[in-house]
C-alpha cells in the first residue's frame, strides 16, 4: 500500500516537472520566434532595386544569411560603392547609419549599394550572457519605429556547434573556436565552407562582378579598446582614407587613421582589399554597450550611450576615447558613420573624379547632431 | 545546425528525460527539468 502510494506520488512529480518543462518552452518561444521576423525598412527615394544577397551567390539562397542588398543607382557613370552594415548585429550605429543612408541617399552621380543587415543570421538572437535589449524604438517622423538589436555572431541555429579553435581557411591564422561564426573573421569566404564564411563569399562574389570601387564596412567598439574613433584603411585605401580624416578635421570630426594590419587575417579591411580590386575601408564608434565595464544594459544605454561606469574608466585613463556625463549617444555615433562616409566619397572623388559617388539627400554629421535621427528615419 | 547534431541533441534531450523519469530524489528530478528545458528548444531549433 505504502510502495502504492509512493508510486503514485513520484509520477504525479513526473508530470507536474513535465507539464513545467512545456510551459517554460511555450513561453519563451514567442520571443524568440518573433526576432526572425524580416526588419520593415523603408525604402528611400534613391532606391532602384532590392536584391537578394544570393543573386551573387546561388549557395545562401533562402538561408538567413540571404539578406537583402538596396541599390541606388543614379543612371549616370561614375564609381560604385558598398556600405556593410550589421556585419556585427550589436553594433548598432553601424547598421542605423546604412538603413539611414538606404532611407535617403538619392545618388547624382555612380552607384551605391547598401546591405543593412550584413550578417542577417547574427541579428536572430542575443547572447545569453550578455544580457542586452532585443530592440530599441525611435520615435521616427514616419511614426514610431523598432529596431532589432542582435549578436556579434551568427546564430547558433545557422551553425553550431563551434569548435575548439577557427582555422582561418586561407591564411590558417588562428583563433578562438566562437570566431568561426564572426563574419568579420570569415572573408573573403568559400562557396564550400561553413555558413559564416559562404555569407562571406557571397559579399566578395559581389564586390568581384559589379566591380565595386570602395567597401565600407561599418562597426562599433567598446571604449576601452584601442581602434576606435577611427577608419581603418587596407594600404591601397590610405590616400582616400587620409583625404577623407582631412574632409572630416574641417567639418570639426576629430577621426583616426589606422593602418589595416597586415598579419590580421579574416576582417574585411584586409581581406577583401586582397582579394579584390576594391578600395576597403573599416569605420569604428564607441559604443558602452558591448564593453565590459559596462554598468546596467537597457535600451537607454542604445540610445543615449550614458554610463557612469565609463566616466569613472575615463578618470582612470582606462579609455581610449573621450567620455563623460554626455556619454556617447546613437545619433552621434551614426553620425560619425554618415559624416565619414560623405567624406570618403568627397575624398575619393578627388583622387578618381571619373569613379566619383556623388550623394544627395544625406543630411550632414551637423543636421545629425543637433537634429538627432528621428527626422531622417 | 545540421541533423546530425539535431539528432545528437534529440540523444542527449531523451537520456534527460530518462534520468528526470526514473530518478528517486526531487532535487535530481528538478536538475535534470532544468537541463532539459534548452534541449528541447535547441533540439526543435528555436533557441
Known sequence: MELNRQHLSNRNLNLVLLAIVVIVCLYVTPGYLAMRRPEALRKGPGVTRIAHLSEWFEGIKGTAGDTDVYILDSGKPGGSALILGGTHANEPAGYMAAILMLENAVPAQGRLYIIPHANASALTYTDPMEGVPREFTLQAASGKRVFRHGSRATSPMNQWPDPDIYVHASSGQQLSGSETRNLNRAYPGRADGNFTEMIAYAITSLIRKDSIDITIDLHEAAPEYPVINAIVAHERAMPTASGAILNLEIEGVVMGLEPSPASLRGLSHRELGDSTATLALLMESPNATQGRLRGRTDEALILTGKDSQYVRGQKLGRLFVPYDEKGWPLHLRVARHVGGLQAIFAAHAMTAPERAIVLGGVPTYDELATKRLEPFL | ?47
Open chain 2, 1 to 47: 545546425m545540421s541533423l546530425v547534431y539535431q539528432l545528437l541533441v534529440i540523444l542527449a534531450a531523451l537520456v534527460v528525460l530518462a534520468e528526470l523519469l526514473s530518478e528517486k530524489s526531487i532535487k535530481f528530478k528538478l536538475q535534470a527539468a532544468l537541463v532539459l528545458i534548452p534541449l528541447v528548444l535547441r533540439a526543435l531549433k528555436i533557441a
